[in-house]
């Protein structure tokens, strides 16, 4: 299965691709909060019917901290929303589908990764 990071997200809804799968709730958060407060309710609702929504549960706590200490003594430095994102990944064994190369470098931490191009 796979899990859409926010980059992916927003392209796959500004092309109207059909959305499925799983999102973080953190991609839900990056998401909502670009969306008028107005239309912000709707827009969740609609999201949480077209994706299994992945919390931040224990597994991906412990996930993250492997994660954090294993770039830290690497001296890589990687947001706390795209760790959280890739953790959520890892502990859940999806495949973390992405726009971002900087992802890239998590692949030797066993994080299944798919790089890809904007849609047309």
């Known amino acids: 299965m796979i899990l859409v990071d926010t980059s992916i997200l927003v392209d796959m809804l500004r092309k109207g691709v059909p959305a499925t799968g799983y999102i973080s709730v953190v991609t839900l958060i990056e998401f909502l909060r670009g969306v008028d407060e107005a239309r912000r309710l709707e827009t969740k609702t609609l999201l949480e019917e077209a994706f299994n929504i992945a919390p ?36 859940n064994q999806l495949t973390l589908k992405t726009m971002d190369k900087d992802f890239e470098r998590l692949r030797e931490h066993g994080i299944n990764i798919e790089i890809t191009q904007p849609t047309d």
């Open 56 to 91: 931040i549960d224990n597994e991906v706590v412990l996930e993250y901290c492997r994660l954090y200490e294993g770039l830290r003594r690497k001296g890589l430095n990687v947001g706390d929303a795209d760790l959280l994102i890739a953790a959520t990944a890892k502990a």
